[in-house]
């Protein structure tokens, strides 16, 4: 269903309407009244007959036309009542602004049940709880008061008010650029992130849509959205929640669980998100996207007028890495000869006072670079906008021409140009001209940077096919049937826990290379399997009650001979009772040693926000203390895994390192691809860890495998 | 020498003065004019009687009274002309403007040779060349125009004007702050960066110095100065020229060698200095210093009016290092007394609307912050100052005096408080407020937390006890003698290298443990020395032609029995022999081979501004591929090498892991005691490698040792 007569009504209802004007229910009709909204606004209180020179209905039941949207600011225990008459009233959507719901601990959280049962029951969306409120600057329905001037471009969806508020102030201070809409999104009870996406990817005039987000009910659903929405239009994102203050702090106001933030932010970036770190990037990062089109390759060319800045632009383009760019010879010939001896004329482009008397020399140069094919993207740093201030006065207006020229080069060649000047707070003449042009201008390089960075990581993603996940299921007829028996079974006997048996078998079905082993009920039978083998074996208690087989000393290696495995057998017995006495055995797993090889550690595990999730490192050291690994979000495509693989800092190793053969990754590859297939197909495991698994020059073995089960 | 009468003159020439308006010898007179320079003026120009009402001389011969500071903004080659006539003058100092220098190229490079040689032979200290000048606000000596307001307490070193130009922008759009006096470094040709420094050191006025630098020319000596500055007045500072394309963009601008980041940055830090790695910062983090104590101990408190900027404030303190502070129990229930259901009090601090409608709850909430003792920094972040342009105007007023306790509270108990207010660009009355009471406001959180972990940081190097470099040299007396032998016999040689004998009883001497072991020179000796060792011996070529040995193959590892040992000395030879036919060879290095340990690499490098270098990492992967190393510019303390060993991430292997023991640390530390005290006792030592270094439970064994020398 789609959300338009949510996010776009022809009649407001406020509930809770009041004539004391610190109470939103004063604030939320008088700024659809100051704002010109397009549509009835409906005063809702049984107390009072007129507010604001409107008429006041006693409840939503009496209002006598239709209503689309109903805002109730009214406390949390009075919301469900509102609900249901909301619903009686064919109210298409209610935004909840009270607080007092989930993020308040359990009492709230039935709560909130309660209230989303009701609308679901009867219809009704619910925008929040515990939110700001929403805004359709394209309807003039604003209940908050986001003023703001010229036609909307950017959208933003928060969860926080004051995020909000700061966006907006910084869009109307430092730039041209306005808002469609803004959506509150509060605890996300209802409308979750993924159908707000939608709506705006749908919305013509919305160009850009900024997120900021602490924590998402249905990450892997919006993963999808958004996977499909960055091909249209960019999306520009901050993640708050890192921390465990920050934690705590999202917590306690939109109830979110900020959830493992590694893997949300590459899960984001995946999706083609452009993830910033940093709250000052946020709104430049978005007016840059709406403002000029992506890079289409090259690299960035510098002009400066001044040696200090183009240094540091030159430091963090290259940390950010953006690509330099190296400039023709004839470029280089052209610049030279333009300007004076000591400028640099290698990019970075420094005129070294060349332009001091004449602002028309940047323009030039301008213009050199934005032609040279090399250049996929220009940064100006320095003075530019402040010759007039900082040297004579009469430069601003050649100045002023220097823009026009500049801006409408960046029309004619459709490559990005991006203006740092320290003279942006002064606010010449010759910077508005510029953002006239969609050329945006900051005062920070910095941030200028990041703004290239940008339209480069934006341009890339357009630039690279689509993946799909791959599920084949190559042995999905054989295997599923033989799995869900394995799983059923010990859910019958309730447990959570797979025997490590078990697990490689249902690895095995599903083809994973599993090395052969049995379990042995008698020292005898353990000898019988042993002498199966060629070469020593290893030999591991198999017990739903010892999980952690190491701690429990149940396992021996390199055991060889009739004698000893008998030995091993007995005394692997009597370490397990030893460890719990009550523990239930099954047996002992007896498998041949595997060759060494290079140890690798390969896993999933749920994530809160975005379910199962795949996870690949080299074990030892490397995961344990310096905590190399790579995550992925399921499902996964292959060239996901082979991304996995690539992007761990020790990948180094598998490819042969110190004289060391290099590893067999097709086969680690598949083995991503297999336990992530097996996660998909059976909803009831929770986590799968296979530790070791040994790989070799060509394939490889899995030494040990756990598999947890959701509680049934 | 004092500088003073260089910084602070009492008369200023300027050679080349000018009544072309856009040239610098016009525009020095007319600022120095125009500020009311509090001193003598003379403008030197042969062709002309008057310029700007002031009598014009032709030389600087010709002025009658003394001058202490000439400026020449003629072109390079007059420069030393020019200085010759300054030193007949008995000109105190010169800024020399014009580039054309070591920044040039080779025959800039002579030309600024020749320039110092002048200056020092006639007792003329010289500022630049390639500069933009420098000012002293203190006897408003300005021959920029860097035009400021108010009592100065920073102080700017810079190696870029532009940077200068913003950061005085900066502080008179945005703070109340102002400059005692800016140098533009330029060259440094021939003053240098320290001495600068201790100039500012002794200014009573300057609380805080700040410093941008590419590259410098004499860094040791700088850092011995600033561990001395920084325990009298905090140092903050940018390092521009990181990346290659930085690099290359400050050499053509100050012809200076960007060096080793990674040890310009730790070095500097390590002498206390606050290094911002963010431009944005710069200016934000000096305010700060000057005008809030550092912080005592505790934690941060952050308190917010609302869960956004409390959620990302606490995200970016922790990603700082900064301690969160813990509220005590009292402060926590007076809170929660104090704010709405919905409100945070347990650290962030969120009043959520609390004080929407009366921003003396803000103050309210300060108070209590401030006076736990656990909170050691307070920061607030949201909408302060903005709460009469949100809400309702008239909060204006309350906002005022909210802002006035804020203030007083800082001055009565000492603590620093920051606050973030998005409404800072908007510059109501009630953030000047703040800022007259000192207390730093900005409208980006990042910057607001950055300046928190400056405060943590500087309180935390003040607490610190300063350590000394310890040179105790247990072992010089006897060692010293006997090196320098070794030294000598390799400079007679005119080797650059010493062969590994040489450089292992190098070690040796200073009391290093290298492994009993001797040189061969025939199969036979090779079988005698073999049988001296118990078990398997390691045999390698000893040639000054051959740097790797194991490039070579001329090394057999675990040799042993009589015939083995005879026949590897043979196969050895020939593959030297092969490897380079020519080849000098001394004989085979036979030694026991040593037992499996740790294997570390230890070793000194020299750095272009710095000087010698000491590194340390674990050997394989760790160093190879993760980089993980730590530095330290000599001379080290024996606490800097327990930090060495400590910093880098894989130091957990050396603490034991996966059953292994743990490592001799004091060992190492000795060891790295041992190598410092080598290369500062033998200034002829280039380079030392040290790989590997073996390193077991107790003690430790030096398995390969390589020194190289510097050309003679």
Redesign the interface.
Known sequence: MSLNRVMNPDSVAVVGASRN??KRGYKAIKTLLDEGFEGSIYPVNPKEEFLLGLRCYKSVLDIEGPVDLVVITTPANTVPAIIEECAAKNVAGAVVVA??FR??GESGTSLEQELVETARAGGVRIIGPNTSGMVSFKKHMDIIGFHQQGKGELALL??????A??LF??AS??SRKAFTYYIGIGNEADIRFHEYLDFLANDPDTRVIII?V?GMRDGREFLQRANKTTRIKPIVL?K???????T???G???GALAGMSEVARSAFKRAGIIVVE???ELFPAAETLASLPPMKGGGVA?L?????????A??V???LRVP?ATLSEKTRRALQEMLP??A?V???V?V?GGA??DPEVLADCVQLLLEDEGVGCLLVV??FGGYGI???EELRFPEEDAAHRMGKLVRRLGKPLIVHS??S??KPHALELLRYYNVPVYD????ACRCVSVLAEYGLHLQTKPTRPEFTFHWEEAALPEGKKILAQAASEGRELLLEPEAKELLRLHGAPVTAERVATSPEEAAEIAAGFNGPVAMKIVSQDILHKSESRAIKLNVEGEQAVKQAYRRILKSALAYRADARISGVLVSPMASPGLEVIIGTKIDDQFGPVLMFGIG??MV???NDVSFRVLPVSKKATREMIDEI??T??LNG??GQPARDKKAIGRLLLTVSEIVEAYPQIKEIDLNPVIVYHRGLGIVDARILLHPA
Chains 1, 2 share one sequence.
């Open positions: 004007e610190t607080g007092g993020e308040a928060s969860q926080s008010g004051n995020m508020l700061a102030t910084e201070v430092k900021y602490e901050l708050g929640g890192r921390s465990v203050a920050g705590r702090s999202a306690s106001h939109t940093n709250s000052d510098i400066a007028d001044g040696g200090g800045h183009a240094t540091i030159a430091d383009l290259t940390d330099i001896g000591g640099a290698a990019n970075p420094d070294a001091d008397g320095g003075l900082r040297f004579a320290l003279y707070p002064a920070s390089v910095e941030i030892g050291i344990e203390i310096l800092k020790s180094t190793l390192f110190r």
